[in-house]
């Protein structure tokens, strides 16, 4: 529980550290004040100001935060202090900046997020790999004292043919051994590029689980891709899960709003937690794929046109665009209060479901 419990409050700390750096480092290289960058929420436990920029660590350790210079007033107000020095950090002011540039960090957030995602999964490709089907059939297991074991078949052989039939289903294989038991039978073998044929004969009577020849095999192989291959193939995988992640919000929306049906496999926090410890259960490398798809989710969910969000911000500004003015200050403002609320509001019902499901002993997972 510990072990799942440290893990759970690390990756989300990572995922939203990621996402805030994002909008930090964009508005930092765009010119725009930042004002604070927080570890954790407040109440600050603890701050050091470098340069113009306080960088804080706060007491709930949960995620962080930026603070721009005039982020408040996004929506194009003004800042009524007409002091020397606020009259100086004007331009430098978040609403003051070009719209091109506002959209930049406003995106910026839900652009790291992608990129973490993708950084994982080609991590992933390129050192644990990925399973993918083949044509050929391969050797996954050699049981001891097998004829396949007698025969000198091992681990990762490709069994080209039985008798002389091409092999590119493992139940052709299955089908050929279970006829011929007693029998000897030929099998052609590519053992890393090497092909010769072996002679096996497969068991009359054996335990129960095993097969006549004593070899699991596969139609699936793991292939790990080059270190240059492999952020080609981790940004085309982030892409599907991503369009999978959105198609299924349209899904769960329709069926709502059309069809009255409750949504399922939806999780807040405590469902979240629930995933994490299933993942710890697995390994270092299901934690990965994770955390990687919970980066896609939260830049997906962040995009969307929703007050409060990144996405209803870069919204208005959508509008700004198309009318060549700014939205007021108040209507925005009010909108991204109701958003918020909206959205708290969600969170309330989606942990009340999750403490139901815990309750009944029930998973997240269908």
């Known amino acids: 529980m510990f072990v799942t419990i440290l893990v759970f409050v690390l990756i989300l700390s990572v995922l939203v550290l990621v996402h805030e750096f994002g909008h930090f480092i964009t508005a930092k290289k765009l010119g725009i004040k930042v004002e604070e960058f927080g570890i954790g929420f407040p109440p600050r436990v603890f701050g050091k100001k470098i340069g113009e920029t306080v960088y804080s660590v706060n007491l709930l350790p949960i995620g962080g935060f930026v603070k721009l210079y005039g982020e408040d007033n996004a929506g194009g107000g003004s800042i009524k202090k007409t002091t020397a020095a606020v009259q100086a950090d004007l331009e430098r002011a978040f609403f003051a900046r070009p719209l091109w540039q506002r959209m930049l960090v406003v995106t910026a957030g839900v652009v790291m997020n992608f990129i973490l995602a993708v950084v994982i999964i080609s991590y992933l490709f390129a050192s644990q790999g990925v399973s993918v089907p083949t044509e050929n059939v391969v050797v996954t297991d050699v049981l001891k004292n097998s004829p396949a074991a007698l025969a000198g078949l091992q681990k990762d052989d490709r069994i080209l043919s039985i008798n002389g039939i091409k092999l590119t289903e ?164 009010l909108a991204h209060a109701v958003g918020l609320v909206m959205l708290l509001s969600l969170m309330v019902v989606i942990t009340l479901l999750d403490i139901s499901r815990v309750v009944q002993g029930k998973s997240i997972l269908p």
């Open 170 to 333: 493992t139940e052709v294989f299955i089908r050929v051994a279970q006829s011929n038991k007693g029998k000897e039978v030929v099998l052609q073998v590519d053992r890393a590029g090497e092909v010769s044929s072996v002679t096996v004969v497969p068991r009359i009577n054996y335990p129960k689980g095993e097969g006549p020849i004593g070899v699991g095999i596969s139609n699936i192989e793991i292939k790990k891709y080059t270190w240059y291959e492999a952020p080609f193939y981790g940004t085309v995988e982030a892409l599907k899960f991503t369009w999978l992640i959105l198609q299924g919000l349209g899904t769960m929306v329709g069926d709502l709003v059309f069809r009255g049906i409750k949504p399922e496999g939806v999780a807040g926090p405590i469902g979240v937690a629930q995933l994490t410890g299933q993942a710890v259960s697995v390994g270092f490398a299901a934690v990965l794929w994770f955390t990687a798809l919970l980066s896609l989710n939260l830049a997906v969910l962040n995009i969307l046109p929703i007050p409060a969000l990144d996405g209803g911000r870069f919204f208005f500004m959508v509008i700004e665009l198309v009318t060549r003015r700014k939205v007021s200050q108040r209507y925005e403002s």
